[in-house]
């Protein structure tokens, strides 16, 4: 019988869903999976009110609540990651015709700490000369920590306004994953996307990190070994999915796109661990100060639980 059982909030992605079924299990603790869909949503819970005892987390969240002190610990199982370049859309009667041409322009998101806005505006800035501050950044949601204050050029949508329906009406010029748009005006602004992505990890070396796991600092303080073992389990279940990728003959489209990441990142598409991702965490760490996310950089060990 396992010493602890914890209240976990993630995604059944190809290589926790090992953790969620069972086929990973450890003698010490025993995941109780709480269904959250969508994932944001369990973000949220956790930074305003320690709902869960472990939570999958998008890490720009993770670092605004840790400048806001709030008592949760990541551990470095990077549960999910992908290039946004893909994910920039502007509508072609605003008179766009490059990234350059978002500069005084009004670009809509769901919020200011959205980590895929974030790395998209790092992007902008660092490949296409496009800073931050020279956008108008509307925001269509509310930010997941609530003392968050974004900076002077962000501002709310109006009450009750639909991001793709302002998006296509022209009150915004562009937007960062505005969802499914019916609508020949809107394109992605970064031509031939795919290879745009593997451009910028072949230069960069920067393989965008979206979401990783943190455990309630309370229970670590009560367990300190909770963290190995969970670390221990993902990698784990990790390790069986890389292994299914290699050998199954039915890939779903999500198995799919990871298993083509294998031929630009190498043969472990989801590297865990800091010093394996020490470059992509220092430039998402650059963007979140230069992007107003957070006062000043953190060190990644020191907000990483050691494992």
């Not at 992908?82 to 502007?90: A, K, L, P």
């Not at 190498?266 to 100060?289: C, H, T, W």
């Amino acid at each position: 019988m396992p010493d602890l059982s914890l209240r976990t909030a993630m995604v059944s992605y190809g290589h926790t869903k090992p953790l969620i079924d069972g086929t990973v299990h450890s003698d010490r603790i025993n995941l109780v999976h709480v269904p959250v869909s969508p994932i944001p949503t369990a973000f949220r819970r956790m930074v305003r009110g320690l709902e869960y005892d472990v939570s999958e987390m998008a890490m720009s969240t993770y670092l605004c609540a840790l400048a806001h002190h709030k008592q949760i610990t990541a551990f470095p199982a990077f549960v999910l990651r992908r290039f946004e370049h893909d994910e920039i859309y502007y509508n072609t009667k605003s008179g766009i015709e490059s990234p350059a041409d978002l500069i005084g322009r009004k670009v809509g998101l769901r919020s200011y700490t959205f980590t895929p806005g974030v790395w998209a505006r790092g992007i902008l800035h660092d490949a296409y000369g496009v800073n931050s501050r020279d956008v108008t950044w509307v925001l269509y949601g509310d930010e997941h920590v609530s003392e968050y204050k974004a900076p002077d050029n962000v501002i709310p949508a109006l009450p009750d306004s639909d991001m793709v329906a302002d998006l296509l009406s022209g009150k915004i010029d562009a937007a960062i994953r505005p969802g499914k748009v019916n609508s020949s005006d809107i394109k992605p602004l970064i031509p031939n996307a795919d290879e745009a992505a593997q451009d910028y990890f072949l230069q960069t070396g920067i393989y965008p990190i979206s979401h990783a796991m943190v455990v309630k600092n309370e229970l670590l303080k009560r367990h300190p070994w909770i963290a190995d073992e969970l670390y221990s389990m993902f990698k784990s279940g990790k390790e069986r999915y890389l292994k299914y990728l290699d050998t199954a003959n039915d890939l779903d489209s999500e198995d799919q796109a990871i298993s083509r990441m294998k031929q630009i990142i190498g043969p472990d598409p989801l590297p865990y661990g800091i010093e394996s991702n020490r470059k992509s965490l220092q430039a998402f760490m650059d963007f979140n100060v230069q992007q107003g996310i957070i006062p000043e950089p953190f060190k990644w060990e020191d907000i990483f639980t050691p494992v």
